[in-house]
Structures are given as C-alpha cells and as structure tokens.
C-alpha cells in the first residue's frame, strides 16, 4: 500500500462549488504539506502544518484553506472555486527530524469550468 | 520573488549523453539542496541531495555539484538513459529558526532520445 494516498485522483467540479481533497499517510510522519504544481511554475506550497495543532500558510494560500484532522490526515478545501485553482495538487509528508526528505502522493487532477 | 532558479525549461539528450540541469539561489541562508525526479502521472520523489559543505555528490550516475561562492548548485546524469526522462526539480531549504520548508525551482522536462 501507499505511503501517502489522496482521494480523490482526478476531479471535475463547476465554478463556484466548495471540493475538498484529502490526503492520507502512513508514514507516521508529524509534517505534512499541500502543494500546487502548474506547468512551467514548478511545484508552489499552498499550506503546510508541523503538527496537528500547526498550520500555516506557504505562498499562495488565498482561496484554500486547510484542516489537520489527526497526524495522518490533511485537507485541502476549495471553498468556491474558480478555474484558475485548475491544476495538479499534491501532498507531502517529511519528518519532524533527521532526514529533510519530503514524500510526496500520487495527486489530485483538479479541473474547474 | 523567486528565491530558486531553474535552467534549463527542457533538454533532449540522446542515449548515452550528460545531461546537465543548472540551479542558482538568492538567499544564502539556504542550507540542503535536494533533487527531485518526477515521471508522469507520479509525485515527485528525492533523487538526491547535498549540504553545503561538500562540493560534490555522486550517487551511481547522478552528480551534484554546488558552489556556495556562486550560489549555484547543478545535476550532471552521466550516460542518460531513455527511462532517465522525467521532470527534475531543485529546491532549496534553510534549517535556520524551527521553521523550515523547500522552495522548488520551476523544474525541466529531460527527454532522453533512443
């Protein structure tokens, strides 16, 4: 099974609609991070938290919010989204430690008409 | 601002060739260099990575090189392979403080012709 999983893997949603990824990891790791990546802007933080009770925001937060629901999990909420958020989302997870190795999942395709 | 700049957009390299991806970083905080490769339909995943106080890292065919003088730090794939095509991605981090995170270059799409 994968370390980090993310449901759902490919979206369709309309203007103005309220999505929410998810994000799930086994990894056992206290940091986990939600990215943007468009092409030939790279890979952009959207939020990312340190633990359950941290959050904060990365570069480009506006129109996303986030929820750390417990050490494995983290959302990403689009609360009226808007066809510029049409990308590819991925979450990351990284120990609080040691190594500054980042895992990444497999993405979430979002499309907004 | 972009704090990390990545060159070049694209490269085409044929089998067997070097293929050489350049970095160059603004803030001279930054201490851990990482590169990240990512195949189609996949999330990137750590290639390799160096700290400042080395010049050089070689793990099989992949090399980085750094130059903390010139803030740059650049991937050499020796003897490139077709399955070597991938997006690659630098990053750069600082450890100063309790807060860190990795700022990505805008990555390059290496296709390794047969």
């Known amino acids: 099974d994968a370390d980090v999983t993310q449901t759902p893997r490919n979206r369709i949603t309309k203007t103005g609609k309220r999505i929410m990824l998810e994000c799930s990891q086994t990894?056992?790791?206290?940091?986990m991070y939600w990215y943007r990546q468009d092409p030939g802007l790279g890979l952009r933080l959207i939020y990312y938290?340190?633990?359950?009770?941290?959050?904060n925001k990365g570069e480009i937060s506006d129109g996303y919010s986030v929820s750390r629901q417990a050490q494995a999990k983290f959302s990403l909420s689009l609360e009226s989204a808007i066809p510029n958020q049409t990308a590819l989302y991925f979450c990351?997870?990284?120990?609080?430690?040691?190594?500054?190795?980042?895992?990444f999942g497999p993405g979430t395709r979002l499309t907004v008409l | 601002q972009q704090q990390v700049k990545q060159s070049p957009q694209s490269l085409i390299v044929q089998k067997g060739g070097i293929s050489i991806i350049n970095c160059a970083y603004e803030?001279?905080?930054?201490?851990?260099f990482p590169w990240y490769q990512q195949f189609p339909g996949k999330g990137p995943a750590l290639l390799i990575a160096?700290?400042?106080?080395?010049s050089e890292k070689k793990e099989g065919r992949f090399t980085i090189s750094f130059n903390k003088s010139a803030k740059q730090f650049s991937l050499h794939i020796m003897d490139s392979q077709p399955g070597d095509s991938a997006t690659y991605f630098c990053?750069?981090?600082?450890?100063?403080?309790?807060?860190?995170?990795?700022?990505f270059g805008k990555g390059t799409l290496l296709t390794v012709n047969p």
């Open positions: 990351a997870t990284s120990e609080a430690t040691g190594t500054d190795t980042q895992y």
């Open positions: 938290s340190f633990d359950v009770k941290d959050i």
């Open positions: 990894k056992g790791h206290d940091r």
């Open positions: 990053a750069a981090s600082s450890r100063g403080g309790s807060n860190y995170k990795l700022t």
């Open positions: 803030n001279t905080a930054f201490d851990y």
């Open positions: 160096i700290r400042p106080d080395v």
